[in-house]
């Protein structure tokens, strides 16, 4: 007898896609007036926590490849947020850091925590131990690999 395909809702793949999509939906009014896309706050976020970085360390951090992650990064360039100087030690990497005003935006992005708190609805609390979970999810399905 063949497994019963669950509806669509009941798939946890589809909630946690549709919520992704809730939470860009969220932050994209706020980081429009920051003028920053989404992808570009999660490269300058792995720059704000972990200073400056190769692009190929950007990219495992953010489990993307880092073909995806030079266009983002040359238009934060362009705004004036990073700059990028090739490694003097190994000329094939290019090393990203922020600027004085790549600096300033992570002070300015915190509204989007504040905005996802308050249209959630959840506590901090209950927001810290879901995002533990789906950590822990990520983690659990990506050591299978």
Do not use: H
């Amino acid at each position: 007898m063949a497994p019963r395909k669950l509806p669509l809702d009941s798939q946890l793949c589809f909630s946690l896609y549709a919520a992704s999509m809730a939470v860009n939906r969220t932050y994209k009014p706020l980081l429009d007036q920051l003028g920053l896309t989404y992808p570009q706050y999660l490269v300058l976020s792995t720059l704000w926590e972990q200073g400056e970085l190769a692009v190929s360390a950007i990219a495992d951090r953010l489990s993307l490849e880092s073909s995806t992650i030079t266009p983002l990064v040359k238009r934060l360039e362009s705004a004036g947020f990073v700059t990028r100087e090739r490694n003097p030690k190994d000329e094939r990497q290019v090393i990203v850091s922020l600027t004085a005003k790549g600096r300033s935006m992570n002070d300015k992005t915190a509204c989007l925590t504040e905005k996802l708190l308050e249209r959630s609805g959840l506590t901090p609390d209950q927001l810290t131990r879901m995002n533990g979970q789906v950590r822990q999810l990520r983690d659990a399905l990506g050591a299978a690999d």
